[in-house]
């Protein structure tokens, strides 16, 4: 018996496709040499096409062709063309702001009891530094960066410390305070990142961090306090330390957040519930480090130029209104839920009563 | 010593799996290498030129917008190039090397935010607690200072203990970084033209299903590799013969066509073997090799 067709199949199967996989070669070998942006708008709209006709051919040769180097080249092709296909997305029109005020302010809310925590770590510090600075003020070296306080400490004058909020009595040009605001930017950005990153490490460093800071503003307050000057500090204080304690504790909750997913994954393997939690939270320190940007602003600018109480604690309570806003209102669906139509009196008792059936 | 290549399975949006070498140790600190020199070229630029026109001035506000700059393009750089290049920085383009989504969805800009903010602490800080201990541990006890000796360590020595060269970015970031493969189609032999030179025309090697019914895929492969050495002129015309009186014995091949023409026999074998084998593939039927049923 003879065996029947001499050709196998699969020589067919190549000749047919063998020009759509040299097309999408060519626009791969484009697409990964010099980018997207080199595709012009018909070969951009050739590529996933070629790309599924592709990945069809790889399933279809994979089960039925016996050329081992035709499948190996189908593999590499459609592996290249993937990536030149989700490489990454192109941004759209309005990616930036739907980045701002929509993804950022919903992730945040998203970690609510890591933000619980957090907050909850740099107030005990503050409390901590507080309550031990009330036994013996000596603490406050222990607590307080010399470098960061600036001559702030207890065995300053009150008059040095209140020009200090003030800005007078300081022998600096007022360029130079610029200068340090960026400075204290740049520094504070690097904290906050450094915080995030920590919460690697199971959150410890991130939980420390936040209280370490704590124990520095329970310091300050202490040390104000003992000079009667709490009212004036807060005023300092707060135009730029919403954005900016803000933004520590967003960086310390992200961290957490990290810690929080190493130690119970759930369902999921450790390495998948890292992965997922620290996506979800990047985008929380990028945001963080844009209001370490804004709190330097009010700094180098605002705080320099307004020396009065009253203005002090106006600009606080409008930096708090957008600071809360954006995080706790922007980026709410804005889909309105339709009034449900008033039912009768018997349906309503009825309808009540069957989901308190579900409820319990 | 050459690293050996790790295969990574990637499964796409369209659910065929996709296989990626694995970027080797090397490679990834020769394109980190070069990002480097880059990126201290660009911030060294613009902090000398910030300075510089800060000292002419006499502004300090401008050298700060330097400093800020210069922080904004050491975290920015590798965020930017991976979000615009589709996940390369030109020291990865240079080495041919992408990061890709590990779940197989395109590769999101939070990933790649994730991945990058954590070099910081992967790289930095190890390198601060060799060269300068006493400032990163300060003057904590010793169970402080030994686990977290014991975790830099293990963060820094992650890309060296895991398989897929994942460094702690890449974990936290859910990201792979892969080679991008070089794809090359081979001319196929048995698409060619079964006349050749030696035969008259119209004596066509043929072989009956029973003949063809001997060999699996293995053996086609094995085949398949030495016709392509034969091409590219590896083969002696000895060695030919053996492996074609061979395989004429074992399936029942009379004549003395193996041992005259083993070339011709060889070929036109392949060509018919392969047709079987998918033929009985459609109906199912798989014959891994001659061991298989």
């Known amino acids: ?90 941004s759209t029109r309005g990616a930036l702001r739907r980045a701002l005020f929509e993804t950022f302010p919903r992730r945040v809310r998203a970690l609510g009891l890591e933000l619980a925590l957090s907050t909850g770590f740099l107030t005990l510090g503050a409390v901590v530094a507080w309550a031990l600075m009330s036994i013996e003020p000596g603490w406050y070296d222990a607590f307080v ?60 460093p991130s939980a420390l961090l936040l209280f370490s800071n704590g124990l520095m503003l329970g310091a300050f307050l202490h ?36 810690g929080r997913a190493m130690l119970t994954p759930g369902r999921r393997t450790i390495r998948d519930a890292l992965a997922d939690a620290g996506r979800r939270s990047a985008m929380v320190v990028a945001g963080a480090v844009l209001l370490f940007g804004i709190a330097g602003l009010v700094e180098g600018i605002f705080r320099q130029a307004v020396t009065d109480d009253g203005t002090r604690y106006l600009m606080a309570a409008f930096n708090g209104l957008w600071f809360f806003g954006w995080l706790f209102v922007a980026g709410r669906s804005r889909v309105t839920r339709p009034k449900r139509p008033r039912p009768a009196a018997t349906a309503a008792t009825a309808a009540t009563s069957s989901s308190s059936e579900e409820a319990a | 010593m050459r690293e050996k290549d790790q295969a990574i399975e990637i499964i796409g949006p369209e659910g065929v799996p996709l296989h990626f070498p694995a970027a080797t140790l090397s490679e990834r600190v020769m394109a980190f ?159 060619r033209s079964s006349l050749m030179p030696g035969l008259p025309q119209g004596d066509a090697i043929t072989f009956t299903t029973q003949q063809l019914g001997h060999y699996g895929e293995r053996e086609l492969e094995t085949l398949a590799d030495l016709i392509r050495k034969i091409d590219q002129g590896k083969v002696t015309p000895y060695d030919l013969q053996i492996v074609a009186t061979t395989i004429a014995q074992k399936i029942g091949f009379g004549g003395d066509l193996p041992n005259r023409l083993p070339e011709r026999f060889l070929r036109s074998f392949y060509k018919q073997q392969r047709a079987h084998l998918e033929r009985r593939l459609l109906f199912g039927q798989r014959k891994s090799s001659k061991y298989d049923g």
């Not at chain 2, 890309?159 to 991008?180: F, H, Q």
Request: charged share 20%.
């Open chain 1, 1 to 90: 018996m003879k065996a029947p067709a001499q050709t196998p199949r699969s020589v067919a199967f190549r000749k047919e496709r063998e020009g759509q996989w040299y097309e999408l070669d060519r626009l791969v070998e484009k697409a990964l040499k010099s980018g997207l942006k080199a595709l012009d708008a018909s070969e951009l709209h050739r590529l996933p096409v070629l790309y599924r006709a592709t990945l069809s051919s790889l399933s279809v040769a994979r089960r039925t062709a016996m050329d081992r180097a035709l499948v190996e080249y189908l593999e590499a092709l459609a592996s290249r063309a993937y990536l030149a296909v989700y490489g990454s997305r192109r």
């Open chain 1, 145 to 204: 960066d010399p470098a960061l306080a600036g001559g702030r400490d207890p065995y300053a004058s009150t008059e040095m410390l209140r020009g200090a909020l003030y800005g007078e009595g300081q022998d600096v040009h007022g360029d130079e305070l610029g200068f340090f605001a960026q400075f204290l930017f740049v520094h504070n950005a690097r904290i906050g990142l450094m915080c995030f990153a920590l919460g690697f490490a199971a959150g410890i």
């Open chain 1, 223 to 258: 040390l104000y306090h003992s000079r009667g000057l709490l009212f004036e500090l807060v005023g300092w204080l707060l135009p730029h330390g919403i954005p900016e304690i803000g933004a520590v504790i967003l960086c310390g909750a992200a961290g957490l957040h990290l």
């Open chain 2, 33 to 191: 290498g070069v990002d480097m020199a880059l990126l201290f070229l660009g911030v060294a630029c613009v902090l000398i030129l910030f300075v510089m026109a800060g000292a002419g001035s006499g502004s300090a506000s401008i050298m700060g917008i330097g400093i800020v700059l210069a922080f904004l393009i050491q975290h920015g750089y590798f965020i930017v190039f991976e979000t615009h290049w589709q996940g390369a920085t030109p020291g990865k383009r240079l080495l041919r090397l992408k990061v890709v989504s590990r779940d197989g969805a395109g590769l999101q800009t939070d990933a790649v935010i994730a991945r990058n903010l954590m070099r910081d602490v992967e790289l930095f800080v190890p390198a601060a607690a060799v060269s300068a201990p006493e400032q990163l541990y300060g003057d904590a006890p010793w169970w402080m200072i030994a686990p977290t000796a014991i975790w830099l360590l293990v963060m820094l020595l992650m890309p060296v203990l895991s398989r897929e060269r994942t460094r702690v970015g890449d974990l936290v970031g859910g990201t792979l970084v892969v080679r991008i493969p070089k794809a090359e189609l081979q001319s196929d032999e048995a698409a």
